[in-house]
Structures are given as structure tokens and as C-alpha cells.
């Protein structure tokens, strides 16, 4: 079996602090596999309101999550306090491919990465458009490739 790419807290552009929460953890006393996309979603989300000027409630552009995985290397539970390390691989026109992590806070290694790709799209017409200047100059901060 090949050996999983290390995921270090040194490779990603921004943190975003998240709060376990009680109901969080599953049966076998950890944070159940499908939060994490929750997390993801939610560091993504913040970073792109705060920074990019997302309007979630009356924009005229929304991100819809076209694709996703996660792969696991430790457990995690409430209430560990984390945070979600955040870079882009790849920018397109109207298309966005994050690169997360998530981090113990403090700690170099990171106990789950995953990716997830938003494409832009009008509100009115769900037809995908081009990332608006103001999100765009938010994403290229993260990028990790120079033809981002």
C-alpha cells in the first residue's frame, strides 16, 4: 500500500477556527465521517462571505458543491477545538477546486484533508457564470498553483 501524502499545516493559506459540538460525535464516540464535510463546507463558506463578499441571501452568484472527498488519518471528537487549514488547486472561470484540512489546534499534522469543487452560478438562471472579481481575488490569496 503507498504510503498518504503528508498534510501539513504549513502547506495551507488560511485557518478557520470550528467548534465541535456535543452532537457531533456518533455511537463509537468520535466525530462522525460526514461532519467533516460540514466543516469543510462551513470554512469555505465564512472565508468567501468575510473576504470575497459573498451574499448568501441576495447575491446574484451562488457556489454550488459539484464534487467532494475526505480522506481520514485520526480522530477527532467533542470537544477538541480545530481548525480547517484552506488552499485552492485550481481556479477556472467558473469553477473553484478547495484543498482543506483539518487540523487539532496547534498541531502540525492534519487529522482528516479532503477537496471540494464549487461552481459559480446565477441565482435566477442556475446556469454557471463567471467567479465575480471580488471572489476571485479572494480565491486566487489561496491559490497553491501559479496558473491559478
Not at 100 to 115: D, S, T, V
Request: charged letters at 20%.
Amino acid at each position: 500500500m503507498a504510503e498518504q501524502p503528508q498534510h501539513l499545516r504549513a502547506d495551507y493559506r488560511h485557518f478557520q477556527p470550528i467548534t465541535t459540538r456535543w452532537h457531533d460525535n456518533d455511537i463509537y464516540g468520535h466525530v462522525n465521517n460526514v461532519v467533516y464535510y460540514s466543516y469543510f463546507d462551513s470554512a469555505v463558506n465564512a472565508y468567501l462571505i468575510e473576504r470575497g463578499g459573498l451574499d448568501i441571501h441576495e447575491g446574484e452568484v451562488v457556489g454550488f458543491v459539484v464534487s467532494s472527498s475526505c480522506d481520514y488519518f485520526a480522530s477527532i471528537a467533542f470537544p477538541d477545538v480545530l481548525e480547517v487549514g484552506l488552499r485552492v488547486g485550481k481556479l477556472g472561470n467558473s469553477s473553484v477546486q478547495y484543498e482543506l484540512a483539518i487540523f487539532k489546534a496547534g498541531e502540525a499534522q492534519a487529522c482528516a484533508a479532503g477537496r471540494f469543487v464549487h461552481v459559480f452560478v446565477d441565482r435566477a438562471s442556475n446556469r454557471p457564470t463567471p467567479i465575480p472579481a471580488g471572489l476571485r481575488q479572494a480565491l486566487e490569496a489561496l491559490a497553491v498553483e501559479a496558473d491559478c
